[in-house]
């Protein structure tokens, strides 16, 4: 049996897991195909938004792309960006409360480093 290579880098989605993040994305979402004709109120918002709860784990701009042709679809991706810039910057994000410590059972050692 080959051993695997040591995992040195992982990316993860940290909103709602080590960042509280309360309706940030929603509201950037809101806002970035509002401003492309998408307003709140109609059945196009609510099914945008229906979109938006059901694309856990896909890009942003994958979801754009399912709603816009692909330049509307990068205007919304840039809007969306700029607003959640500026909501984050905004402070409506914050740490969320401590996760448990990991178990040190296990057989190999582990590190880590967020950043």
Known sequence: MNEA???????????GTTVADGDTV?????????ALG????TAA???ALARLRESHG???????RSLFDEPRAQAAHLAFDRSY???????ACSPSPA???????SAAPASASAC
Request: aromatic fraction near 4%; include cysteine.
């Open 26 to 34: 929603r509201t950037a979402f809101t806002e970035a195909i509002a």
């Open 58 to 64: 896909e890009s942003q701009i994958g979801i754009f």
């Open 85 to 91: 810039d500026e909501l984050v910057a905004a402070a």
């Open 38 to 41: 998408i307003v709140s109120g």
């Open 99 to 105: 996760p448990p410590k990991p178990s040190t059972s």
């Open 45 to 47: 918002h609510e099914r």
């Open 5 to 15: 290579e040591p995992i040195t880098v992982a990316c993860l989605d940290l909103a």
